[in-house]
């Protein structure tokens, strides 16, 4: 990650998967509300979603600790180098062990999807723990570090072990769409936030910024504020349109049905008359 592009995929992952949750946890409120009376067993696009979910998080996680591992400068799956009596790259090991939590998140989810056996709520304890660890291995990676880079990376911390914690709550707090909109909202603040980390310590027009000032120290804090309110706008809006789109495409499919039904109905009711009229 020491560089703009190892801010800028983990921010892209969050973000989409931030996307990818809203849409998820809004089709599933809008079945739950408006058409669980009317069919009993809950679709199959739903448990298409965890698989495609649940895969693409280990896929992601094994190629992130596949890259942090063998990069050209990477340890290469050593830990500790005798001859020198040092450890080898500890910063890609912590985000190796990062990776290795959400594919264990993954791995859950698919676990739940597919087996009746596994505990409810298994699969949202899983990416609660992965969260924890994240936020966990960020809060001893700032250690000294330069004022703002360490406070931009603990400002971080916020939406990582509030994820944690709202993601810890679905496990005793089924089917609350507050909860499962402020899980995806934080995903997508982290998300942007790994994207400002990386505006401010990597800069792509080449000024560097003054890693002592203060002044920088609390307009990165005001800025904070700002993706938040981005996040929220966001969600917000994803939420309105999947769930316009939703009932758009139930009230198609209600009229297809009905009209099938009429259909059905005069069949039913012209080969009455045509037997009638046989007998007559």
């Given at each position: 990650m020491a560089n703009f592009g190892g801010h800028a995929i983990p921010g892209?992952?969050?973000?989409?998967?931030?996307?990818?949750l809203t849409v998820k946890n809004i089709l599933q409120h809008f079945w739950r509300t408006r058409l669980a009376k009317k069919q009993n067993n809950m679709p199959h696009l739903f448990k298409r979603m965890d698989y495609i979910e649940g895969g693409f998080k280990i896929f992601a996680s094994f190629v992130g600790i596949m890259v942090e591992q063998f990069v050209v400068d990477g340890p290469h799956a050593h830990l500790f180098d005798k001859e020198n009596n040092s450890w080898v790259k500890l910063m890609n090991w912590q985000h190796s062990t990062m990776y290795l939590?959400?594919?264990i998140s993954g791995i859950t989810l698919l676990a739940s999807t597919t087996s009746k056996l596994v505990p409810a709520g298994v699969d949202r304890f899983g990416l609660s723990l992965a969260l924890f660890v994240e936020g966990f291995l960020f809060y001893y990676h700032v250690h000294s570090r330069p004022l703002l880079d360490a406070h931009i990376h603990t400002l971080l911390l916020f939406p990582v072990f509030g994820g944690s914690v709202s993601t810890m709550m679905e496990v005793f707090i089924k089917e609350n769409i507050i909860l499962e909109l402020l899980k995806a909202c934080l995903f997508i603040l982290q998300g942007s936030w790994f994207y400002q980390i990386?505006?401010?310590?990597?800069?792509l027009n080449g000024s560097e910024w003054d890693l002592t000032l203060h002044e920088n120290v609390m307009f990165v804090t005001m800025c904070f504020c700002?993706?938040?309110?981005?996040a929220l706008l966001l969600v917000a809006c994803t939420s309105t349109v999947a769930w316009?789109?939703?009932?758009r495409f139930s009230k198609r499919e209600w009229d297809i049905e009905i009209g099938m039904q009429k259909t059905s109905s005069q069949t039913s009711s012209q080969k009455a008359l045509l037997e009638e009229s046989d007998e007559e």
């Open positions: 892209s992952f969050f973000l989409l998967y931030g996307f990818w939590f959400f594919g990386g505006f401010v310590l990597y800069p700002w993706h938040l309110t981005m316009f789109m939703a009932t």
